[in-house]
């Protein structure tokens, strides 16, 4: 596979406010949106206030609340898949599923118009798994880069504590990944609760080095078993993810469009590439990094993914609250990301979201771009 398979293929030139921003600037943004969602739950047919869930900052729930969160998804880990395992060989767990749905979907959810959905929808269908198939009581956390972005190996996310989610990999000499440069790890992940997580899936486009063994099947859903590899560092999180880079994203995209390929700006060919702007989210994904982190398509196999993209749908969420009226049932883009930038068959509202195994129904894209109606029931905090 071909190195241009990152989390995003093209730049967007983007020119962020040079202005220092005073406080959390984002969670400023959030209070000021949160009337509106409201009003949109007031209105609602199927979320009330006695069944919405309250998504949080992985920093701010309690380490119960942790350890219930981490014990869900090793519970994940250990019930057995429900795809055919002569057809995907690789997928053992229930885990997994999600892992392959994504590798499927990869050219159609990123740098198309049903990013933002596909990826919400993904998400919640996730928690849901959590909580219906391994009893989890709490709501899906979310991890703000720009708390942490100095030094996320030092957050409660990474710190390797048996109430992270996991550590750093083991430092090790190697090459960066193309996003950025060599991090402080590289190697297997030693410490906290996935320390001994085998990754079967994949790769399909890694973005790692030393590569890992390369899969028995072109496809990557043969069985490959490895060890989970990190290569964390704030090279991209103190540059990019800043808490006032997010509120730049959010206040200067007057537009969906805007919005969507600023937050999945890569570089233009990678760190030392092209030029152009890194967006958040493949900041998030290559600060992460390691294998299958920087595997655009298996990505979701490294627990970190979820908790990045609850800032993503986050951040995204708080965009919408400025302006409901106008930015709740709004769409641009195609429909497949060798289209990015204009031409192909362009994305529509109408248009059908079937995460097939993991899924509870088919949904249109209109049905996913709220937060309080629909299948969803939630709000940041």
Known sequence: MARFSVFALLAVPWLLLAGLVSGDAVSDLEKKGRPNIDAMLAKSKTCTKANLRVRREWGDISAAEKKSYIAALLCLMEKPSKLNPTQFPGAKTRYEDFVVVHMQQTMSIHNTGSFLS???????AFEQALIKECNYNGSHPYWDWGRWAQDPEKSPIFDGSDTSLSGNGKKTNHKSSGIAPAGNGGGCV???PFKNMIVRLGPVSPAVDP???RNPRSDGYGLNERCLRRDISNYLTSRYTRTQDIA????QSRDVLTFQNVMQGAGGGG?????GAIGVHAAGHFTIAGDPGGDFYTSPNDPAFWVHHGMIDRTWTIWQSQDTNTRIQTIAGGTSMMSFGGGGKQQSLDDNVDLGIVGDKVYKIRDLNSIVDGPFCYVYE
Do not use: D, K, M
């Open 248 to 251: 730049n994203l959010i206040t």
């Open 190 to 192: 030693e410490t906290g």
């Open 211 to 213: 590569a890992p063994p």
């Open 271 to 275: 760190f030392g590439g092209g030029g």
């Open 118 to 124: 596909w990826h919400r929808y993904y998400l919640w």
